[in-house]
C-alpha cells in the first residue's frame, strides 16, 4: 500500500510538474507571437515582444547607472581631492564629514534604488528609512541636502519618495517615543 502511495504521489508531481511546464512554454508563446512551438531541431524561439524589451532595456540602464553612481562615489570617497568636485552641500565641511555625508548618500540612494527597481515596497522602503534615520550621520545628511530634494521634479517618483522621507523624517525629530513606531507607513 504504501509503495502504491508513493508511486502515486510521483505521478501527481510529474503530472502537475508537466502541465506547469505547458503552461509556462504557452504563455511565453504567446507573449512572443508564436502560435506553435517550434519543431524539434530548430533554433530556440528569441522572444522580441516590446513590452518586454522595453523593460529589460530600463533595467539593464538602472542597474548600470547604480554600478556608475557607486563608482563614482567611491572614488570621492576614497580620494578628498575628488570629493570637493562633488561638494554641493552649501556647508562648510571637513574632509572627513564629506566623506561621511557621500556615504550617508550612498545609504539613501541604495534604499530608493531598491525601491525603484521594484525589491522594496513602499512599504517596506518606509520601514528602512525610519531606521537609517536612526543614525545621526543620515539625519544631518538629511538636513543638509534639502535643497537637493526641492529642486526634483515634483512629478517624479524620487520627489514623492523623497516627500514621503521628509515627512518620516520630521516625524522622528519631533517624536518623543519609539522610533520604530512613528510614522504611518504608506500603502503598497
Not at 517550434?38 to 542597474?63: I, K, Q, T
Not at 514621503?164 to 520630521?170: D, G
Request: with cysteine.
Amino acid at each position: 500500500m504504501a509503495t502504491q502511495n508513493r508511486r502515486a504521489s510521483r505521478y501527481t508531481v510529474a503530472a502537475a510538474a508537466a502541465a506547469g511546464f505547458f503552461f509556462g512554454t504557452s504563455a511565453l508563446r504567446l507573449l512572443c507571437g508564436r502560435s506553435t512551438a517550434p519543431a524539434y531541431g530548430d533554433p530556440a524561439p528569441v522572444c522580441h515582444h516590446p513590452a518586454l524589451d522595453e523593460e529589460s532595456r530600463r533595467r539593464e540602464a538602472r542597474a548600470h547607472q547604480q554600478r556608475m553612481h557607486w563608482e563614482l562615489l567611491s572614488k570621492a570617497i576614497d580620494d578628498p581631492a575628488l570629493a570637493v568636485v562633488i561638494d554641493n552641500y552649501r556647508v562648510d565641511l571637513s574632509p572627513e564629514k564629506r566623506r561621511q555625508m557621500i556615504y550617508a548618500n550612498l545609504w539613501y540612494v541604495n534604499a530608493l534604488h531598491l525601491h525603484m527597481s521594484g525589491l522594496l515596497t513602499k512599504r517596506e522602503l518606509f520601514g528602512h528609512l525610519r531606521e537609517l534615520f536612526q543614525s545621526p550621520y543620515i539625519r544631518e545628511y538629511w538636513e543638509i541636502t534639502r535643497h537637493h530634494r526641492l529642486a526634483l521634479d515634483p512629478a517624479s517618483e524620487e520627489a514623492e519618495i523623497g516627500s514621503m522621507a521628509e515627512q518620516l523624517f520630521q516625524e522622528l525629530q519631533d517624536g518623543d517615543g519609539d522610533w520604530f513606531v512613528v510614522g504611518v507607513p504608506p500603502p503598497d
